[in-house]
């Protein structure tokens, strides 16, 4: 049975595609405390309505090796792929003890590349 992980270390998002087929990337680094953890995935959270601050969530899960040792802590990592909504900003990983997020920038919003060329 699949389990979060314990912590969250790095989360990075990004878009990638092109304007008319962007996609979201989502990956994620965490600690589990044992080692021998396998299918550890995220696990975006389906939501019915879009949430009002914006942000995806995703669990950082996978499955507990059978008499592992408690406190060798081991490093995981895992990444995910999908259309990337509309009302995106920021995605946010959640592990047992704590959550990670990270903002959201579309590498052709026009607005920053105007602003970049402004500050050179």
Same mark, same amino acid.
Not at 52 to 79: H, I, K, S, W
Not at 84 to 90: C, D, Q, V
């Given at each position: 049975?699949?389990?979060? @992980?314990?912590?969250?270390?790095? +989360?990075?998002?990004?878009?990638? !595609?092109?304007? /008319?087929?962007?996609?979201?990337? $989502? =990956? %994620? ?25 914006? @942000?995806?969530?995703?669990?950082? +899960?996978?499955?507990?090796?059978? !008499?592992?040792? /408690?406190?060798?802590?081991?490093? $995981? =990592? %895992? ?42």
């Amino acid at each position: 049975m699949s389990e979060l @992980v314990r912590e969250i270390v790095d +989360v990075n998002a990004f878009i990638g !595609g092109d304007e /008319e087929n962007p996609l979201l990337t $989502v =990956e %994620a680094e965490g600690l589990t405390p044992t080692a021998g953890w396998t299918s550890v995935r995220l696990d975006p959270h389906v939501y019915v309505t879009p949430p009002e601050d914006g @942000v995806q969530d995703f669990d950082l +899960v996978g499955d507990r090796p059978v !008499g592992g040792d /408690e406190g060798d802590m081991a490093a $995981v =990592e %895992a990444a995910w792929e999908g259309p990337l909504p509309e009302w995106l900003i920021a995605v946010r990983v959640h592990a047992v003890d704590n959550m990670m997020e990270d903002e959201i920038f579309e590498p052709w919003d026009e607005d920053a590349d105007d602003a970049a060329s402004e500050a050179a």
